[in-house]
């Protein structure tokens, strides 16, 4: 039996994620050590790579000193966090995604011309607590459809959304909020990469017996891909090939790999490449036993 196997074609690093991982390795030349708060990206396997490279994750500055050399990752950082970096005299090189940059200007800017401030996303996550601190006091993070349910009516707020999120979880919330006030200002603010990702794993889960979701079980954008393809179809969520096993496979004819956004491109190529080996010893097998 002749098996299908379709990887998506949005599998591997997003461009953020790129340009991150671009200037850490850049500004660790020779014995420099580039320090990052909290892992550069949210994928166990890179950031070990990374730690080779003599880029570290640490969860805060307090062991650091003027002149140590600290990476913002993609996600951002609080603004309170990055004026105390800047007190110690730390060299920064901010690696925050740009889409996000874009996020907490707009948070900014809606907590300057409305009375509420709506961040749909998950509050927990470091690109959420980043945006919320650019909100002046205003800002407030919806996290589900019941949150938004028993918010109290307002007179004007301004609502935007964590890059990463599901669009039409984004489009419930509004929904929901929309019933509470008379002026609301909505900026989706979903990075058109993730939309993207989003599309198509809804669309090739629906044209596939098993799907491989890949990434970092610390991966909020991810979680959400897997969230879509197991409303479809039989879905594994996986960080590497070893975590791939003969029983998963038998008898599916079509198999779909999709990554996150935080994977790189080789480790999808090597999960293929072990779904093909695992298929082919299946298939001697088979024939020994005839």
């Known amino acids: 039996m002749n098996v299908d ?53 640490v969860d805060d500055i ?27 005299k730390l060299n920064i090189i901010d690696a925050t995604c740009p889409k996000v940059k874009r996020a907490q200007r707009i948070c900014t800017n809606l907590a300057e011309n409305y009375s509420k401030v709506f961040i749909i996303g ?34 004007d707020a301004g609502i935007l959304v964590q890059t990463t999120y599901r669009t039409e979880k984004f489009y419930e919330i509004v929904s929901e909020l929309l019933k509470k006030g008379r002026v609301i200002k909505i900026e989706n603010t979903i990075c058109e990469e993730t939309i993207t990702r989003q599309e198509e794993v809804s669309e090739l889960s629906l044209k596939v017996d098993l799907m491989y979701v890949v990434g ?33 496979l038998t008898g599916k004819k079509r198999i779909g790999i999709v990554s996150g956004a935080s994977t790189p491109i080789d480790t999808v190529n090597r999960i293929e490449e072990r779904i093909k080996k695992e298929l082919k010893k299946s298939k001697k097998e088979g024939k020994k036993t005839k």
């Open 5 to 57: 196997i379709i990887k998506g074609a949005s599998c591997g690093f997003c461009s953020g994620v790129m340009r991150a991982i671009k200037l850490a390795r850049e500004a660790a030349q020779g014995d420099v050590r580039v320090y990052t708060l909290g892992p550069v990206i949210h994928n166990p396997q890179v950031v070990e790579s990374l730690e080779k490279s003599n880029i570290i994750s």
């Open 62 to 88: 307090k062991g650091l000193s003027g002149g140590d050399t600290v990476l913002i990752r993609s996600h951002g950082i609080t603004e309170e966090l990055e004026e105390e970096i800047r007190r110690k």
């Open 122 to 155: 998950i509050s927990e996550h470091p690109e959420v607590q980043g945006i919320l601190s650019r909100g002046s006091g205003r800002a407030k993070v919806i996290s589900s459809l019941e949150e938004a349910a028993k918010e109290e009516k307002f007179r």
């Open 216 to 248: 970092g079980k610390n991966s909020s954008n991810t979680k959400r891909l897997f969230e879509s393809s197991s409303k479809n179809v039989t879905s594994l969520y996986i960080e590497t090939p070893e975590e791939i096993s003969p029983r998963q």
